[in-house]
Structure formats: structure tokens, C-alpha cells
T-cell receptor
Framework: DQQVKQNSPSLSVQEGRISILNCDYTNSMFDYFLWYKKYPAEGPTFLIS?????DKNEDGRFTVFLNKSAKHLSLHIVPSQPGDSAVYFCAASGNSGGSNYKLTFGKGTLLTVNP | NAGVMQNPRHLVRRRGQEARLRCSPVKGHSHVYWYRQLPEEGLKFMVY????????ESGMPKERFSAEFPKEGPSILRIQQVVRGDSAAYFC?????????????FGQGTRLTVV
């Protein structure tokens, strides 16, 4: 049962353009969402997060949008740079059964930014 | 910069052998989380430990898997009688505050290959 879904396994964009990575969730108890970036043979690195009381959070080139009614969030990277090429994981946490320390991850989207 | 240290980085075991994965958290962190990433999948929560206590092991397979976080020394994830399906990347994360899985730092992972 995939509670966090990233339906695009890969995305390719041109340097300087916008990258939009999407994520859907099914569990209404999730109240905190995170994006992680992962390079090959490395661990996930936290990128940006958003609480369910907000619909947007911005940090430099990275913006996360949350649409609670649609149970959908997206990560925008603008402008995209070749160094952004990595796998991006969407993750969620919430009060599901009281386990708000547990992260539920999507399968990831491989972003390739072409020079 | 002493982040989360995991060793070994790569581990090869024959079917039926034991695998021991070690995780040294960030200095001062006493909360450790283990995740497993199977091929083509996202990370899946396995267990949450505090020093000398298992808080939540709901994601751990019931047999052959165990975890500990002793008063002194690293956290250990132990897999007995490994099978091919145990081949995966195992990630450890640590946090300072209890239950702060959303603020945890991840290690680089141990890639277990069962032959």
C-alpha cells in the first residue's frame, strides 16, 4: 500500500529552466512533508519541508507547494542547475497511529539537468 | 563534521550468514532510526531506538532481524541467516530531540549484497 506516490520515475530538464517534481499522498493523517535529495551511494539529504498549515514554503531556488484538498505536493526548482541532478524523494510524517517520528517515503524521481 | 557514520559501506554475505550493520549517530544524538531501501523502492522505516531502548520496531521483519542501541557504542542492526531478499541499502538516521524523525540526519548507508 503506497501511501506516498511519486508517479514520475524520471524527469529531464534543460539547465536554467524550471524543474517540477510531483508527489501524491493518500493518508489524511500526514501533517508534515519533506523533500530529500539523494546522490548515488550517498544518504538522503534534507532539502525543504512544509507543514500542513501552510500551502507554500520557499528556500532560495527551491519552493514546495502543498494542496491539501488534492493531497498533492510539488517541488519547484528554478533555475535548474546540473548539480541538481539527483534522485528526489518525497516523504511524509504524521500522527498516523501516534507515530509522528516515522517517515513514509515515495519511490523517488530521478532528475537530470542537462547543460 | 562528524555526521552519522555507518559501516561497513558495502557488505557481501552468503545465504545463511549473519550481517551486522553499525551506525554511530551524530555526537550528542541519542535517537536512532533505521530504514531499508530495496531496489527500485523508497526508504521504508524499520525501527526507532533510544539509548538502551527500542521505541518502535513495527517496520522490522518479525524473524531474523534485531536492533540495539547500547549505552556505549554504536547502534547495531543484525540480520541472521540472510537471504537474497535482504539485499538492500540500509540507512541509519539520528536526531537530538526524541521522536524527531523529521529532523534526523541520514548516514551514507550500508549496501548489503547476499550471494
Amino acid at each position: 500500500d503506497q501511501q506516498v506516490k511519486q508517479n514520475s520515475p524520471s524527469l529531464s530538464v534543460q539547465e536554467g529552466r524550471i524543474s517540477i517534481l510531483n508527489c501524491d499522498y493518500t493518508n489524511s493523517m500526514f501533517d508534515y512533508f519533506l523533500w530529500y535529495k539523494k546522490y548515488p551511494a550517498e544518504g538522503p539529504t534534507f532539502l525543504i519541508s512544509i507543514s500542513s498549515i501552510k500551502d507554500k514554503n520557499e528556500d532560495g531556488r527551491f519552493t514546495v507547494f502543498l494542496n491539501k484538498s488534492a493531497k498533492h505536493l510539488s517541488l519547484h526548482i528554478v533555475p535548474s542547475q546540473p548539480g541538481d541532478s539527483a534522485v528526489y524523494f518525497c516523504a511524509a510524517s504524521g500522527n498516523s497511529g501516534g507515530s509522528n517520528y516515522k517517515l513514509t517515503f515515495g519511490k523517488g524521481t530521478l532528475l537530470t539537468v542537462n547543460p | 563534521n562528524a555526521g552519522v557514520m555507518q559501516n561497513p559501506r558495502h557488505l557481501v554475505r552468503r545465504r545463511g550468514q549473519e550481517a551486522r550493520l553499525r551506525c554511530s549517530p551524530v555526537k550528542g544524538h541519542s535517537h536512532v532510526y533505521w530504514y531499508r531501501q530495496l531496489p527500485e523502492e523508497g526508504l521504508k522505516f524499520m525501527v526507532y531506538l533510544q539509548k538502551e531502548n527500542i521505541i518502535d520496531e513495527s517496520g522490522m521483519p518479525k524473524e531474523r532481524f534485531s536492533a540495539e542501541f547500547p549505552k556505549e557504542g554504536p547502534s547495531i542492526l543484525r540480520i541472521q541467516q540472510v537471504v537474497r531478499g535482504d539485499s538492500a541499502a540500509y540507512f541509519c538516521a539520528s536526531s537530538f530531540q526524541p521522536g524527531q524523525g523529521t529532523k534526523a540526519f541520514f548516514g551514507q548507508g550500508t549496501r548489503l549484497t547476499v550471494v
